[in-house]
C-alpha cells in the first residue's frame, strides 16, 4: 500500500502501538477503553471524555465531540511544585494560555500514556489510562511522577475527577434538582457518591449503583483527605482548571465520613506532602469506578490500587486485547499497514459491546445495536470466532416479525427484543436482506447446512403490515413472541424466517414495480419518501438475495432434504401472481398480512425444496431483468448508471437533471454485487463513478454527487450541507461496499483502488486527524469522523481477507484465490494472513518473486507444511475439502508460490 505520509503517529512494535507527538494539539481526539463487564469511556490526550455504564449511569459528565476540548470537566491530577500548581493533564487555565510543555502520546489496544514535561524541565508526568479486561467497572489512571533534574523537589499531589452520577438525561434535565439527590461520603481512599434516585426516561427509580472515584499511592497508602464537593473544591469564583483548593493549597476539607448531602461531587482526593530526589519517582493510582451495591470497594482497591497491582493489570489488558485479534491478522511487508488493520480489527468487537452509542461522536445513541448492525458485525466476528458464533446468529432471528420487519429495539444479551416503548412505527426495507448475507457467510465457512433447518420464534409486539398498522388484540402481558391461535409459541425454521423476508419484501412494491423505500434503507437520511418512494439499490440486493435463498434450498434438495415445513400462512405469498402486476402483487401482500395481524394458525404445510429453489430462481430472473432494463440510463453526456430511487412524487432521482446529472454510489454497489449490471455495464458504472463521484482529497468515491440542494421529498440528508455524513461524504461503508462488489466482478484493480485510497485518507494525519483506523466518513476538508463505531470495519476485513487474498469457504471447503495488485506488494514479495478455518489455525503464505498483479500471475506451486499440494489446472484458485483439513496438524502452513 501507498502510505503517503508519515508524519504524525507512528507505530513502534508489532502490537498496535504508536506515538504521537503533541497530540493536544490536534481536536477531537479521543481512545475507547473498554471491558466486557460494561465498562464504557473515552479518553482524550488531556484526559476529557467520559466514564458510564449505560445510558442512565455515567460516572463523569456526558461528553459529546465538542466537549472533548471546551470542557473542563475533565479527569485531572495537580502537582504543586515551588507554591506553583501545575496540571499533568494539561487541563489548566495557565496551560491553555501558553504552549510550552513538551507532551508525547503512547497509545495501544486499548490503553493510553500521555507523557509530558514540566515547563522547568525538571519534572516529568506518565499518566496511563485505561479500563481492565476484568469483570469490575473500572477505569485505572496511572500517574508517574518522576524528578529529572537535579535538585531535590517536594510536591503536594491532588487528584481531581469530578463525578456526575446520573443518566445522561439529566445533563440538561434536571440538572440541578438531581444534585439533590446525591449522598457523598469519603472513604478513606477516595468519595463515592449513591444518589438516592435516578431520574430518566424509566420514571423515579430507587438507585442501585453508587460512582466512585479512589485513590492510592504506589505502595498502597490511601490519600491524606479530601475535597468531596465542587463547589469548596473550586472555591468562589473559582473553576475546574484553577481551583481554589489546589492554587492555594488549602487542606483538606475532610477525611472519612459523610459529607454534606444534595450538592455537585468531586473525587477530589489531596495525597500527602512527597520528596522526589534526582531520578526517584512516585507513583499514584486513581480508580474511577462504577460499583452495584453488594460490591465492596476494598476488593477493588485490592485488585488494582497498588503500582505492582495496576501494572499487572495493564499487561493483562493488554494480553487481552492481543489474544482478541491474534484470530485474524496480516502481514504485508509494511509495519504501517500491518498496525493499521489490527486498529480496524478491533472496531466489530467495539460495535458488539457498544453499538452506535457512547463515544462522543454517538451522542445520539441510548445504548443497544441497531438490527443492521447485528448482522453485519457479526461477518467480521464469524472470521474470527467462526461455528462458535452460530447460537447468537441463530438467537438474532428471534427479533424477525412474521410480516418481515423487525424489531428495532435490541437489548444486550443475545435474542433480546423489545416491544417499540417510542411508539415510532417505522420500517427500514433493508433489514430483510442483510441476515441472509450472513448466514451465507457462516454456511460457506461451515457447510452447517442444518443450521438452516434449526427452529426459532418471531418477534411481536403492537405493530403489524409491516408497522402500518397497530393490532388492538395485543397487550404487553402477552409478551413479545409471536404466538398461534392456540396461545403456543409460533416457531419456523431459520430458512422459513429468511423465506418471509424475501417474499415480503418481492411483493411490496411501489408504483415502478419496485421495492418501496418505507421508512429508509441503508441510508437512514432517505426518509422523506415513506408513501410513493422505492429504492432500486436495495431491490438488487434482494434480487441477489433471492438467488442465494433458491441455492440454499437446491443444496437442501441435494443433501436429500426433499421437503420442508412452512407456516400455512405463506402458501399466500407462494401463489401464482403476475410479476409485473404491482397491483397483484400488493394485493397478495395484504391478504397476508391480515391473515398474520395478530396469531398465526400453527398449522404447517409441505413444499418439495427443489420447487421452491425454482420459485425463488424464477423471481429472482424475473427482478434482475426489470431493473436491467427499466433503471439502466445514460446521461446526456453519455456515460451509463443504474438509477438509485424514486422520491415521494414517484420520479426518478438519478440521471440527467436541471442541476446536472445526480449519481448514486449506492445504486452501483449492489447492481455490481448482486450480477444485476452485466459485464459492459459494470465497466460503464466504474467509469461514470470516477467522473461524477470520485475525489482525491477526501479518499475515494462520494456517497452521491452534488444534487444541488434540498430533496424533501427524498430525505433529510439533503438538508445536510454537500460533502457531509449522508450527502455526499466520502462515506467508508458504502465505499468497502463498492470495492467488494468490484470484486466479485473480476475488476481488482478497481477495488484496490477503492481500499487503498481508504487506507491512505486514514493514515495520513495530516488529513484525516485521526488515530488508526477507519472513520464512518470523511468531511470536506479530509477529517475522519465517527470513528471506531462503523460497519466499514467489518466489510474492510471481509474484502481484505476473502477477496484480496482470496482466503473464503465454499460450503465448508477452504477456497484460496489471490487476487492481489501490485500496489500491495509494496512491501515485498510475500503477503501472509494468519486466520482459523474449519478448526485450524492457518497462517497462509503468498509468494510472489515478480510482485506481479493477479491479472498476470496463476498459483504455480502449492505446499501444506512443506509437501506439495495440487492447484486447480487453470492456476486461479486451489480448493481444499473439509475432510482433508481434518487431517492437518495444528497449526499449519501453506504456502502459495505466484508466477508466470
Known sequence: MNSSSQSGWRFVDTQGTFELDDPQDTSYLFLPLVNEAGMFSCVTPKLNGDAKADQNSFLLLPTSVEDLHNSRAARNFWVTVNGRPWSVTGNSAEKNARKDESVRLRAGLLWQTVSRLHPSGFLR???????????????????????????DLTLTPTAAVPIFGRSADNLRDHRHVTSLLHRTACHRHGVIVRPTLSFDERGHTLNRLRYAVLGAEGDGVPPAGFFPLLEDFIGEGGALDWPKAVVANLKPAQSEGPAPAG??????????DRALRPGQSATYVILLAILPEEQDPEALLNRYASAERCEHWLAETRAFWSQKLAALCFETGEARVDGWLQWVAVQPILRRWMGNSFLPYHDYGRGGRGWRDL????????LTEGADFADMLAENFAGVRIDGSNATIIGSRPGEFKADRNNIPRVWMDHGAWPLLTVQLYLDLTGDLDFLLREQTYFKDHLSHRCRRDDPLWSAEQGTGLKTAGGSPARGTLLEHMLVQHLVSFHNVGGHNILRLEGADWND??????????????????????????????????KGV???????????????????????????????????????????????????????????????????????????????????????????????SDSGPRMTLTGQVFALMGGIASDAQAREIVRSADRYLFDESVGGYRLNNDFGGRMNKLGRAFGFAYGHKENGAMFSHMAVMFANALYRRGMAAEGWRVLEGIYRQSQDFTRSRMYPGLPEYFNPRGRGMYPFLTGSASWYLLTLLTEVFGVKGRLGDLVLAPRFSSGLMAGGDALKVHTAFAGKTLEIEYRNPKRLSCEQYRISAVEINGKPRAAAPDGLEVIFPREEIGSWPEPTHIVVQLGN
Open 125 to 151: 508526568a506518565e499518566t496511563t489510562s485505561f479500563v481492565p479486561a476484568g469483570e469490575d467497572r473500572v477505569e485505572v489512571m496511572r500517574v508517574v511522577l518522576t524528578n529529572v533534574g537535579k535538585a
Open 263 to 272: 450538592y455537585e461531587s468531586i473525587g477530589a482526593l489531596r495525597f500527602a
Open 375 to 382: 448482522w453485519q458485525d457479526a461477518l467480521a466476528l464469524l
Open 525 to 558: 437520511a432517505l426518509d422523506m419518501a415513506a408513501e410513493k418512494g422505492e429504492s432500486v439499490a436495495f431491490s438488487a440486493l434482494y434480487a441477489h438475495n433471492l438467488r442465494v435463498l433458491s441455492g440454499l434450498f437446491q443444496a437442501l434438495a441435494d
Open 562 to 656: 426433499t421437503e420442508v415445513a412452512l407456516a400455512e400462512e405463506l402458501s399466500t405469498l407462494l401463489n401464482p401472481v403476475d410479476y409485473s402486476s404491482t397491483q397483484e402483487k400488493q394485493n397478495q401482500l395484504q391478504g397476508y398480512f391480515e391473515r398474520v395481524a395478530h396469531t398465526v394458525s400453527g398449522g404447517k404445510i409441505r413444499i418439495r425444496t427443489a420447487d421452491l429453489a425454482g420459485d425463488l430462481r424464477g423471481k429472482a430472473d424475473w427482478l434482475t431483468g426489470h431493473l436491467r432494463s427499466q433503471e439502466w440510463l445514460t446521461d446526456r453526456d453519455g456515460f451509463g448508471w443504474f438509477n438509485g430511487y424514486y422520491d415521494n412524487d414517484g420520479l426518478r432521482v438519478e440521471g440527467d
